[in-house]
C-alpha cells in the first residue's frame, strides 16, 4: 500500500487549504484512513480519521468546525477541507492508514504517506 500525499502550502489565518491522500496498492476498502500533524519539537497528533465503511468521521477537537475529511471511493483518495486555518495549525501533516486508526499507536500504524508541509501566516 502506497498513500501520496499533496496540498500543502502556504496561506495566511483565515484561509484555506484542501490535502489529498492518493491510496495505491493492495485494496484499503476495509481500511480507516487519518490525518495526522506534527508541529517542530511536537508529537504526531490526529487530526481527522474516516472509517473504512464512510460511517464515522473523528475529528480532533481543535479543528472540528473548520476541518472536514471525505472519501472517494472511485478515486481512492481521501481529502482534508481546512477551513477558517490558525498560525496553530502550522505542521507537516500525514495521511495514514490502518484497520483501527484511532485506536492504534501512532508506531504500529501500518501506512504512512510522505508528509506535505502546511504553514499559516499571522
Known amino acids: 500500500v502506497q498513500l501520496q500525499a499533496f496540498g500543502g502550502g502556504l496561506v495566511q489565518a483565515g484561509g484555506s487549504l484542501r490535502l489529498s491522500c492518493e491510496v495505491s496498492g493492495r485494496t484499503v476498502s476495509n481500511y480507516d484512513i487519518g490525518w495526522f500533524r506534527q508541529a517542530p519539537s511536537n508529537e504526531r497528533d490526529l487530526v481527522a480519521v474516516?472509517?473504512?465503511?464512510?460511517?464515522?468521521?473523528y475529528y480532533a477537537l481543535s479543528v472540528k468546525d473548520r476541518f472536514t475529511i471525505s472519501r472517494d471511493a472511485a478515486t481512492n483518495t481521501v481529502s482534508l477541507q481546512m477551513n477558517n486555518l490558525k498560525p496553530e495549525d502550522t505542521a507537516v501533516y500525514y495521511c495514514a492508514a490502518d484497520e483501527n486508526l484511532r485506536d492504534t499507536n501512532t508506531q504500529y500504524i501500518s501506512y504512512w504517506g510522505q508528509g506535505t508541509q502546511v504553514t499559516v501566516s499571522s
Open positions: 474516516i472509517s473504512w465503511d464512510n460511517s464515522v468521521r
